[in-house]
């Protein structure tokens, strides 16, 4: 079992930056692939960044390559998202997500197991 808290989340200005974490429970936390998800006002869930147990493997939506970056520190226990040239249409609530797996990414919101409650993300214009 898996419990995951993001924190970071608030109200920013376009063109601001936050960092959001997500700390993980658990003693295995080096074995879980991790991801961000985002749901905006009116919209459904969808795939913000991924990052494989190691670290070693990427991806991004195509809407906030260059401007976000997925991290992670086992030693930790925790997945950080930095989020710069913030946008009002990234206006959402921020979810991580953890599923166990010991290769590659995960982009899908259907292959997670666990999932934090959630951060409120507001870019205002």
């Known amino acids: 079992q898996v419990q995951l808290v993001e924190s970071g989340g608030g109200l920013v200005q376009a063109g601001g930056s936050l960092r959001l974490s997500c700390a993980a429970s658990?003693?295995?936390?080096?074995?879980?692939?991790m991801g961000w998800f985002r749901q905006g006002p009116g919209k459904e869930r969808e795939f913000v960044a991924a990052i494989s147990w190691s670290g070693g493997n990427l991806a991004y939506a195509d809407s906030v390559k260059g401007r976000f970056t997925i991290s992670r520190d086992n030693a930790k226990n925790t997945v950080y998202l930095q989020m710069k040239s913030l946008k009002p249409e990234d206006t959402a609530v921020y979810y991580c997500?953890?599923?166990?797996?010991?290769?590659?990414?995960?982009?899908?919101?259907?292959?997670?197991?666990?999932w934090g409650q959630g951060t409120q993300v507001t870019v205002s214009s």
């Open positions: 997500a953890a599923v166990r797996r010991f290769m590659g990414v995960v982009t899908t919101s259907a292959e997670y197991d666990y």
């Open positions: 658990g003693r295995t936390f080096n074995s879980y692939a």
